[in-house]
């Protein structure tokens, strides 16, 4: 089944490294849901690397620490391709397909998530690599069923998300926002979630990677 959950990070890469280069990060954040109290985003973590293979493809591998932690190997493997350069006020675009497999330590379940994200993005800084983003994040459901053998209903999950990424130097640091499963029921759930008319979930995540 999925869940609101599942999207642990940021937008892994948003426009193609150069190429030979690397990039190591670590994302934490997760939708907003009540908690001790009062609503906190999920504190979801993953790390992630990243490799320029060509100008415009780069290669990302990841690890969901959180889910490590609690018995749920989560491995993300996916490339990104630049269709278009930034130029001024024309934003650049990009598509980011990755593939998630999951696998938990009790009973082996396993899952596998295959995803396509599709970017446009603008360069904010003359001497620097800022930039900001929009995007929209599309999960795909494969399995026919979910839980106590219920019909699978949802097979596709999108989101939206906005992002800024501040590079002074080798160093990035990104701050984003997404509306997660926007018209899918987020009520009678373990947890409660914050969205729009008891459907979807706000998420806030921030990001920091450095480049090698």
Same mark, same amino acid.
């Given at each position: 089944? %999925?869940?609101?959950? #599942?999207?642990? *990070?940021?937008?892994? +890469? @948003?426009?193609?490294?150069?190429?030979?280069?690397?990039?190591?990060?670590?994302? #934490?954040?997760?939708?907003?849901? &009540?908690?001790?109290?009062?609503? %906190?985003?999920?504190?979801?973590?993953?790390? /992630?690397? *990243? /490799?320029?293979?060509?100008?415009?493809?780069?290669?990302?591998?990841? @690890?969901?620490?959180?889910?490590?932690?609690?018995?749920?190997?989560?491995?993300?493997?996916? $490339?990104? /391709? $630049?269709? %278009?350069?930034?130029?001024?006020?024309?934003?650049?675009?990009? +598509? =980011?397909?990755? =593939?998630?497999?999951? #696998?938990?330590?009790?009973?082996?379940?396993?899952?596998? /998530?295959?995803?396509? &994200?599709?970017?446009? =993005?603008?360069?904010?800084?003359?001497?620097? &690599? &800022?930039?900001?983003?929009?995007? %929209?994040?599309?999960?795909?459901?494969?399995?026919?069923?979910? $839980?106590?053998?219920?019909?699978?209903?949802?097979?596709?999950?999108? *989101?939206?998300?906005?992002? =800024?990424?501040?590079?002074?130097?080798?160093?990035?640091?990104?701050?984003?926002?997404?509306? #997660?499963?926007?018209?899918?029921?987020?009520?009678?759930? +373990?947890?409660?979630?914050? $969205?729009?008319?008891?459907?979807?979930?706000?998420?806030?995540?921030?990001?920091?990677?450095?480049?090698?």
């Amino acid at each position: 089944m %999925i869940t609101f959950s #599942l999207f642990c *990070s940021t937008a892994r +890469v @948003v426009k193609p490294l150069p190429e030979k280069s690397l990039q190591a990060g670590f994302s #934490l954040g997760g939708p907003l849901v &009540d908690l001790f109290n009062t609503v %906190i985003p999920l504190p979801l973590s993953s790390a /992630y690397g *990243s /490799y320029g293979f060509s100008e415009n493809l780069t290669f990302t591998g990841s @690890v969901g620490i959180t889910s490590l932690v609690f018995g749920t190997f989560q491995l993300e493997t996916g $490339g990104l /391709y $630049g269709l %278009i350069k930034p130029d001024k006020w024309i934003p650049g675009l990009s +598509v =980011y397909n990755a =593939y998630f497999f999951l #696998l938990d330590k009790w009973e082996w379940n396993f899952k596998f /998530y295959p995803t396509i &994200d599709i970017n446009v =993005y603008w360069n904010t800084a003359q001497t620097r &690599d &800022d930039f900001v983003y929009l995007g %929209i994040g599309n999960w795909f459901e494969l399995a026919t069923k979910r $839980g106590l053998n219920e019909k699978q209903t949802h097979h596709w999950l999108p *989101s939206l998300y906005a992002g =800024y990424t501040y590079a002074p130097g080798k160093w990035m640091l990104t701050f984003e926002a997404k509306y #997660l499963a926007p018209f899918i029921d987020n009520q009678n759930k +373990v947890i409660t979630y914050h $969205g729009i008319n008891q459907t979807g979930a706000f998420g806030t995540y921030i990001n920091i990677a450095r480049n090698f």
